[in-house]
Each structure stands twice: as structure tokens, then as C-alpha cells.
């Protein structure tokens, strides 16, 4: 998919069918991830892969009953390492590059998710500590936002957007 049409193909997707995601697909958005820039290039950040269904439905109750968690048949959740980012950059490191490095990755495997034709939907509602232990991370991995990826069971709604003359300051 050419990258513009990339762009205004993704729309939350909150339905999946069964159908897996094959594994070459899965190989290529973590490569795509792999190539997100990060602040020093330092990679402040971890991602964590969920396929089994018992995981997923405890990923449902730590995000407030987001029933859509164990329905796609893989879940990335993607962590802050402050402490990779903290060596250069101290407290910017801790409080603001490792977030923007996770959330950078998050975004590249959303589009080059939707570029293979699969769905995603960001999902930053839920309980950090509980998550940390469904994938058995280490304290240092906090986890940020988690991304279900799977095949559309549903028409996605079409969200509307600020204009640009409200969101964009020339100055
Ligand atoms: C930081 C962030 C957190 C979000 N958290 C959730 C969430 O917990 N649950 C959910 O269903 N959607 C979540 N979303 C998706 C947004 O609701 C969605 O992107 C927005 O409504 C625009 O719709 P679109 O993605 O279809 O363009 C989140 C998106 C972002 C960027």
C-alpha cells in the first residue's frame, strides 16, 4: 500500500475475526519497529508480543473490559525503558524520551500494520502495573500503550478531526 493511502486507510478497528495473523506479517511490522527513530538512537523502549488467549482475556480485565484485547489473536504492548534513555539524558530521559521512543514504535506498527492490510486500535486505557505482570515484564518496563492486531470484523467509524486553520499555529 502506497504510504499516503497507508495513512487514510487506518481507522480504529474495535471487532476482529478468529482469523490469524500470519507470521511473516507479524516479522515485518517488527522490523518496522525496529526502524522508529528514538531519541540518542538509544531505543528507550520493549515490546511485548500476546498471542495466547488466556493472557488476552487478563489484558481485557486490566484495560476496563476492553473485550476487543481477546478477540485480535495478537497484542503488542509496548514498554518505557527509562532507564536506557536516563544514561545520556537523565531526567528528560526518564520523563519524556522513553515515552515518546515506546509511543514512536507503537505508531510505526499501527501503519505498517494497516499497510498489510490488517487492523489495530491504540489502546492506552489500562492499569500499568497489572499489564506489567500479564507479560511478566520487569519493573523498568513500564508498559505505555498496547496495539490488538488482527483481520477487521467491522466497517470502522470514521472519526472527524479539528481543522487545520483550528490546530495549526503560525507564528
Ligand atoms: C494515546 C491514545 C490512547 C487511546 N486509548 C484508547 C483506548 O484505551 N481504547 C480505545 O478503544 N481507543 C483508544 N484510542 C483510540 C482513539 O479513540 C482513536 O484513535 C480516536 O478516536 C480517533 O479515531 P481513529 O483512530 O479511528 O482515527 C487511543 C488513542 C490514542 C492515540
Request: proline share 4%; hydrophobic share 45%.
Amino acid at each position: 500500500m502506497e504510504f499516503f493511502d497507508a495513512l487514510k486507510a487506518r481507522h480504529s478497528v474495535r471487532a476482529y475475526a478468529d482469523t490469524p495473523v500470519e507470521a511473516e506479517k507479524l516479522v515485518q511490522i517488527l522490523d518496522m519497529v525496529n526502524l522508529a527513530p528514538s531519541a540518542g538512537n538509544l531505543q528507550a523502549f520493549e515490546v511485548y508480543i500476546v498471542t495466547r488467549a488466556d493472557q488476552r482475556s487478563e489484558l481485557v480485565a486490566a484495560a476496563s473490559g476492553q473485550d476487543f484485547l481477546k478477540q485480535a489473536p495478537v497484542v503488542l504492548v509496548f514498554c518505557a525503558h527509562a532507564a536506557r534513555s536516563e544514561k545520556k539524558y537523565g531526567k528528560r530521559g526518564i520523563e519524556l524520551y522513553c515515552l515518546q521512543d515506546a509511543t514512536i514504535a507503537c505508531t510505526y506498527a499501527m501503519l505498517a500494520a494497516t499497510a498489510l492490510g490488517l487492523s489495530t486500535v491504540w489502546v492506552g486505557a489500562f492499569n500499568e502495573s497489572e499489564v506489567g505482570c500479564i507479560i511478566d515484564a520487569p519493573q523498568a518496563h513500564r508498559p505505555v500503550a498496547m496495539l490488538p492486531i488482527g483481520y477487521a470484523a467491522e466497517e470502522p467509524r470514521i472519526r472527524g478531526r479539528r481543522s487545520l486553520s483550528d490546530l495549526v499555529h503560525r507564528v
